[in-house]
């Protein structure tokens, strides 16, 4: 259960990352081209956090558990054991 809840907590905290950083790369979109060249270099570098930080959401997606079993305290408290 506890990696379950991990894996689902670092899941949103990395979506809601990614979406902040998808809006500000719109915004740099519709900036005008000169403004856009002076912020070039770290224009690319957001581009690059935001690839690594994708790929990171695709992995936590397919590597993290979706059912556990239940620990024995959890099983208890559902009346289950």
Do not use: Q
Not at 30 to 41: E, G, V, W
Not at 63 to 79: D, F, H, I, Q, R
Request: charged content about 30%.
């Amino acid at each position: 259960m506890a990696s379950r809840n991990f894996c689902s907590n670092v899941g949103e905290e990395l979506e809601v990352w990614s979406i902040k950083f998808h809006e500000l790369s719109r915004k740099i979109d519709r900036m005008p081209s000169i403004d856009k060249y002076r912020l070039l270099s770290h224009i690319e570098d957001l581009h690059i956090i935001m690839t690594e930080m994708d790929d990171r959401l695709c992995e936590m997606m397919t590597a993290c558990p979706t059912v556990e079993p239940l620990e024995k305290e959890e099983s208890n408290m559902l009346g289950l054991s």
